[in-house]
T-cell receptor, first 114, second 111 residues
Framework: DAGVIQSPRHEVTEMGQEVTLRCKPI?????LFWYRQTMMRGLELLIY????????DSGMPEDRFSAKMPNASFSTLKIQPSEPRDSAVYFC????????????FGDGTRLSIL | GQQLNQSPQSMFIQEGEDVSMNCTSS?????WLWYKQDPGEGPVLLIA?????ELTSNGRLTAQFGITRKDSFLNISASIPSDVGIYFC???????????FGTGTRLKVLA
């Protein structure tokens, strides 16, 4: 079975540019999560969706961050404008219908903002 | 806010040794998960625990859900070089599906 697929794997861009990260969850999973991982703060939940609807975005750091899930098989996390402090590894994860089911992670997007 | 504290932060062990690490919470959890993360990859689920006192094994790995529901333990027996990585505990914030991840235990195995 295909796991969670994220693209791109690496992104390097200059500050001020728009960045779009993409995620395809595991088919049949109703929950989708976006995380950010840094050395200083570890793994932080940014936002999660249930059946394509955003449920909790309290972890989104600023208005520069936005996330969408237009359908059950695709989600985006957008940063506009990007700043150097946004540099991190961004993970997408998905889980089955029951919310306490374990999450399955993609391999992440390593983002570097110069 | 709620935190999950893991100890030790890092460990260096000889191949063949057993490893123990733990995770503690300031409040009660109903689910404990243990993940391993290899460099350049996402965390991979190792063991899931759903009941206080539960003891579950996955090969050389054994995890326990603490009776107080505020802690969990992970043991690795007879470590091998591929056990190297960062081990995370995680649990859902009570009443939500928001998972909180621990600070991680970085394991290095010396051949």
């Amino acid at each position: 079975d295909a796991g969670v697929i994220q693209s791109p794997r690496h992104e390097v861009t200059e500050m001020g540019q728009e960045v779009t990260l993409r995620c395809k969850p595991i088919s049949g999973h109703d929950y989708l999560f976006w995380y950010r991982q840094t050395m200083m703060r570890g793994l932080e939940l940014l936002i999660y969706f249930n059946n394509n609807v955003p449920i909790d975005d309290s972890g989104m750091p600023e208005d520069r961050f936005s996330a969408k899930m237009p359908n059950a098989s695709f989600s985006t996390l957008k940063i506009q404008p990007s700043e150097p402090r946004d540099s991190a590894v961004y993970f997408c994860a998905s889980s089955l219908t029951a919310g306490d089911q374990p999450q399955h992670f993609g391999d992440g997007t390593r983002l570097s903002i110069l | 806010g709620q935190q999950l504290n893991q100890s030790p932060q890092s460990m260096f062990i000889q191949e063949g040794e057993d490893v123990s690490m733990n995770c503690t919470s300031s409040s009660i959890f109903n689910t404990w998960l243990w993940y391993k993360q290899d460099p350049g990859e996402g965390p991979v689920l190792l063991i899931a625990l759903y009941k206080a006192g539960e003891l579950t094994s996955n090969g050389r790995l054994t995890a326990q859900f603490g009776i107080t529901r505020k802690d969990s333990f992970l043991n690795i027996s007879a470590s091998i070089p591929s056990d190297v990585g960062i081990y995370f505990c995680a649990g859902p914030h009570p009443g939500t599906y928001k998972y909180i991840f621990g600070t991680g235990t970085r394991l290095k195995v010396l051949a």
